[in-house]
């Protein structure tokens, strides 16, 4: 069940459309002038009521949890040993990406991008020829699946990590711009076209200004400004979870109070408690399968009359009960994919460095605006996009806490003499992704939250589907939760502080 703190931090972030960003009427704590007065400089402070929820977002406390495998390692990879880490907060889909979502997705890059870069929508539709195979009558699935209606609550599946990003990108664009359009700043524009298409970034540099309704006052001037990423009206963008932060949500593991200390129950073996894949409560529900797996050779949903799981392919986004973060087949359904690269070596690296046991991630690509010789932003590009470049080495040589713009062979065990050198030596190399939990085709070995397994970045996969994830911005308890207990106070006089 969820913690009570939890649930207050889903009920205080329930509201998408309100809202709250009200201009501060008080004054500098630390040097008396005015906020948000023209007559005392104009500079400009908010009371933020805190981050709201995304469409289809959970959010998801974030705490200490031990990462890593929960089962017997059966393949004898040793490519996840298990070390406690910690991650922060953040926002997770309630379930998986599903075909209507996508299909919505593709019939807008047709529509804004058809005129002019008809290439985009078709790189982007899914690869229905996942389903054939040479000893499988599998030929409906590739024409209906995708598109047939009776699958439109179905996990999209045939994408591949590249793709996946990308439909990241999109979302981000299209929730931020309704967001503006509903705070009364942007007018509706479903004839926008090619470069001329909104997106978050370039709308924040001046170079995107959209069918303007009434810009913002500006408190400096006494006219008016577009939105500042500072107003907190728009959101951070949607992206795929880390391999952490997937693991850590699927677990779903919360610590229970105790009057004077904290008990963390973990090291499950699936998404839910007990080492069974069936209901085991005492009730008309007994007995009954908690996902969507194979469950043995030739066994992927059971017998005529008295199916197990109901469904020999993906199942609907919200079949099963979700776990206790209120997330949809963290087991089985579809494997997903996270944002990581898939390094074996990885696991181990991490238990000897103690910098490295917050938020874990391998696959950091550190990038700046490109800019002209001028020091101008380069115009953004044939998709509205802003142009990004990786940072140079002589932006990287006085830093002391990173050391290299490309990290995703950073500390992997290699040297100059030993490298992964894909096809020859290895099928690991830098474009090699991570993908989590077990699917429909899948044994109950590898619905563990702990297992892993990885392919290329441009494949796809009729067992594989994705679902995004978002940053959580300040608090990490929720919205409801900004004090902590003054310890020194005295009993009678015990005072609470905002964070």
């Not at 802003?386 to 990173?402: F, G, K, P, Q």
């Not at 099928?427 to 090699?432: F, P, T």
């Not at 796809?460 to 900004?482: E, K, L």
Request: glycine share 8%; aromatic share 12%.
């Amino acid at each position: 069940m969820m913690t009570r703190r939890f649930v207050l931090f889903a009920l205080v972030a329930l509201s998408f459309a309100a809202v709250s960003c009200k201009r501060s009427t008080s004054r500098s704590a630390t040097t008396g002038w005015k906020y948000n007065d023209q007559k005392w400089g104009g500079f400009e402070k908010l009371d933020y009521a805190g981050q709201i929820t995304g469409p289809n977002l959970v959010p998801v406390e974030g705490g200490t949890f031990v990462m890593g495998l929960t089962e017997e390692d059966v393949n004898y990879e040793w490519d996840n040993v298990a070390r406690r880490v910690t991650v922060s907060s953040f926002y997770m889909d309630e379930t998986e990406v599903a075909n209507v979502d996508y299909r919505e997705y593709v019939f807008w890059l047709k529509r804004v991008y058809g005129e002019t870069s008809a290439d985009i929508a078709k790189k982007a539709l899914p690869d229905t020829l996942v389903w054939r195979e040479e000893l499988a009558y599998n030929e409906p699935l590739i024409y209906n699946y995708f598109r047939h209606p009776a699958y439109d609550n179905y996990p999209v599946v045939g994408v591949s990590w590249v793709q996946a990003n990308e439909y990241c990108k999109w979302r981000t664009n299209r929730v931020n711009e309704m967001l503006l359009i509903e705070k009364g700043i942007l007018n509706p524009s479903p004839d926008q076209k090619g470069s001329e298409s909104f997106d978050t970034k370039a709308y924040l540099v001046g170079q995107y200004q959209g069918d303007v309704n009434k810009n913002l006052k500006d408190m400096t001037t006494g006219g008016e400004r577009p939105v500042r990423y500072e107003d907190g009206i728009m959101l951070p963008s949607y992206r795929l979870p880390t391999e952490a932060e997937w693991e850590y949500a699927a677990l779903a593991l919360q610590g229970k109070k105790l009057p004077n200390d904290e008990v963390i129950t973990d090291r499950r073996l699936y998404p839910w408690d007990g080492s069974s894949v069936r209901y085991k409560k005492h009730n008309k529900y007994q007995g009954t399968m908690l996902a969507n797996f194979k469950r043995g050779r030739g066994d992927y949903m059971g017998m005529a009359g008295k199916l197990n799981d109901h469904a020999n392919i993906p199942a609907e986004v919200r079949s099963y009960l979700p776990n206790d973060f209120g997330l949809y087949n963290m087991a089985g359904n579809v494997s997903e994919w996270v944002e990581d690269v898939y390094r074996p070596t990885t696991s181990l690296t991490l238990r000897d460095e103690e910098n490295q046991d917050l938020n874990p991630f391998r696959g950091n690509e550190f990038k700046r605006l490109k800019l002209d010789e001028n020091g101008n932003l380069v115009p953004k590009d044939s998709m509205g996009y802003l142009v990004y470049e990786l940072e140079d080495s002589a932006s990287t040589a006085n830093r002391d806490n990173y050391h290299v713009a490309d990290a995703k062979n950073y500390d992997d065990d290699d040297d100059d003499f030993v490298y992964y050198e894909f096809g020859v030596h290895s099928l690991v190399n830098d474009e090699s992704r991570v993908y989590k939990g077990g699917s429909w085709a899948d044994r109950a070995y590898w619905l563990s939250p702990g297992t892993r397994r990885y392919k290329q970045q441009d494949q796809a996969d009729r067992t594989i589907g994705f679902r995004c994830a978002m940053d959580r911005v300040g608090n990490q308890a929720g919205n409801n939760d900004n004090t902590i207990v003054d310890f020194g106070a005295t009993k009678k006089s015990k005072v609470k502080r905002r964070y």
